[in-house]
C-alpha cells in the first residue's frame, strides 16, 4: 500500500505539473501578443461573437467591424539562397512553382484601420538565408471579423533548397502550406494542428507543435525524424524507410503505424495511450509511457527479445516473442497502465 501511495503521488504531482506548463504555454503566447481571451478565440477560429453579448468590464467594447478595413501588400524579389526562414502570426502559407530563376515573396493582409491593430512584416535575405517574418499585436479591440493574410512564395520548378524552418504562431499547418525539396525541414506550430504529408526524402525532419495535434503521413524514405508534441494527439504513419525516429507526447495518445525497415525508434509520454504497428523489422524500439497503456503489434520481429516493466497494470505478451529479465533492444515501460506485446 505504501509503494501504491507513493506511485500515485508521483504520478498526480507530474500530471499537475504538465497541466500548468501546457497552460503557461497558452497564457504566455496570449501575453506576449497583448490579446485578451476573447481576441485570441476570435482570431484564431475567425468565428463572430454574438453583437448582443454584454462584455464590458470583462472585454473591450470596441469591435473591429466598426472601422474601415484596409489593405497592405508587399513584394520582393530574391536570389536563389540554400536556407528559407518564415515565421508568421495568422497568415496562410503558400509556395507556388513556377518558371523562374529567382524567388519571389509576396506579402497580403487586410485590417481594421485602428492603431490598437498593429501588424508588422518583413522579408530580406542575408547569410545565405532568406528571412520571412510577420507579426500580429492586438489591444483593447475584439476582432468581431475574419480579416484575410497571406504569404505566397514562388521559387523555381523543382528548385531544392537546403534547410526550411516555418513557425506558425496560431494556424493550422496542412500540406499546401509547406514545401518538401529540401534535405531539413523544420515545422513549429505554437496554436494549432499539423496534418501534413513528405512526399519528399529528408535528411532531417522536426516536427513541434506546443497546443495541438500532429497528423503526419510519410511517403518518402527519412533519416532523423523527431516529434515533439506538448499537447495533443500524435498519429505517425511511415510508408517510407526511416533510419531513426524520436516521439516526445506530454499530454496526448501517440499512434505508430510503419510499413518498413526502421533502424531505432523511441517514443515517450507522459500521459497517454501509445500504440504501435510495425509490419517489417525494426532493430530498436524503446517505449515509456508515464501514465497511460502500451499497445504494440509486430509482423517481422517474431523473435525479438523484450524487456517490459510496469508498476501498475497488467503485462501480454504473445507467446512468439522472448521476454528478458535485463534491458535489450527492446524496452517498454510504464509507470501507471497496462502492457500488450502480440505478433500481427
Known amino acids: 500500500m505504501k509503494s501504491f501511495n507513493r506511485t500515485m503521488g508521483i504520478v498526480a504531482g507530474i500530471f499537475f505539473i504538465l497541466v500548468?506548463?501546457?497552460?503557461?504555454?497558452?497564457?504566455?503566447?496570449?501575453?506576449?501578443?497583448?490579446?485578451?481571451?476573447?481576441?485570441?478565440?476570435?482570431?484564431?477560429?475567425?468565428?463572430?461573437?454574438?453583437?448582443?453579448?454584454?462584455?464590458?468590464?470583462?472585454?473591450?467594447?470596441?469591435?473591429?467591424?466598426?472601422?474601415?478595413?484596409?489593405?497592405?501588400?508587399d513584394t520582393k524579389t530574391f536570389s536563389l539562397q540554400p536556407e528559407l526562414y518564415v515565421s508568421s502570426s495568422f497568415e496562410e502559407i503558400t509556395f507556388i512553382e513556377e518558371n523562374r530563376d529567382d524567388i519571389q515573396v509576396d506579402y497580403y493582409r487586410e485590417y481594421p484601420d485602428v492603431d490598437s491593430y498593429r501588424i508588422s512584416y518583413d522579408a530580406s535575405e542575408s547569410n545565405n538565408r532568406i528571412t520571412i517574418t510577420s507579426t500580429l499585436s492586438v489591444r483593447d479591440?475584439?476582432?468581431?471579423?475574419?480579416?484575410?493574410?497571406n504569404i505566397e512564395i514562388h521559387i523555381p520548378v523543382n528548385y531544392q533548397f537546403e534547410q526550411i524552418t516555418l513557425e506558425s504562431a496560431a494556424t493550422k499547418i496542412e500540406s499546401d502550406n509547406?514545401?518538401?525539396?529540401?534535405?531539413e525541414l523544420n515545422i513549429t506550430a505554437s496554436l494549432?494542428?499539423?496534418?501534413?504529408?513528405?512526399?519528399?526524402?529528408?535528411?532531417?525532419?522536426?516536427?513541434?507543435?506546443?497546443?495541438?495535434?500532429?497528423?503526419?503521413n510519410v511517403e518518402a524514405d527519412i533519416d532523423t525524424l523527431n516529434i515533439e508534441c506538448s499537447l495533443g494527439k500524435v498519429d505517425l504513419n511511415l510508408e517510407g524507410e526511416i533510419v531513426i525516429f524520436s516521439i516526445q507526447n506530454d499530454i496526448g495518445d501517440t499512434n505508430v503505424e510503419a510499413e518498413k525497415p526502421i533502424d531505432e525508434g523511441n517514443i515517450?509520454?507522459?500521459?497517454?495511450?501509445?500504440?504501435?504497428?510495425?509490419?517489417?523489422?525494426?532493430?530498436?524500439?524503446?517505449?515509456?509511457?508515464?501514465?497511460?497503456?502500451?499497445?504494440?503489434?509486430?509482423q517481422d520481429n517474431k523473435n525479438m527479445l523484450v524487456y517490459i516493466d510496469t508498476d501498475l497494470g497488467d503485462v501480454s505478451v504473445d507467446e512468439a516473442f522472448n521476454i528478458s529479465e535485463e534491458p535489450s533492444n527492446f524496452i517498454f515501460t510504464s509507470s501507471l497502465g497496462n502492457i500488450n506485446i502480440e505478433e500481427d
Open 141 to 149: 479591440i475584439a476582432v468581431n471579423k475574419p480579416y484575410q493574410g
Open 268 to 298: 515517450n509520454s507522459n500521459l497517454g495511450d501509445v500504440t504501435g504497428s510495425f509490419r517489417d523489422n525494426i532493430s530498436t524500439l524503446f517505449v515509456e509511457c508515464s501514465m497511460g497503456n502500451i499497445d504494440m503489434s509486430f
Open 192 to 216: 494549432g494542428d499539423i496534418d501534413i504529408n513528405i512526399d519528399n526524402p529528408l535528411e532531417i525532419l522536426n516536427v513541434q507543435c506546443s497546443m495541438g495535434s500532429i497528423d503526419l
Open 20 to 73: 500548468v506548463g501546457s497552460v503557461s504555454i497558452g497564457a504566455s503566447y496570449i501575453k506576449s501578443n497583448k490579446l485578451d481571451s476573447l481576441e485570441f478565440w476570435n482570431e484564431t477560429t475567425n468565428l463572430d461573437y454574438s453583437d448582443d453579448w454584454d462584455f464590458d468590464g470583462i472585454f473591450s467594447n470596441k469591435k473591429s467591424s466598426e472601422y474601415d478595413t484596409k489593405e497592405i501588400s
Open 178 to 183: 509547406i514545401y518538401t525539396r529540401t534535405k
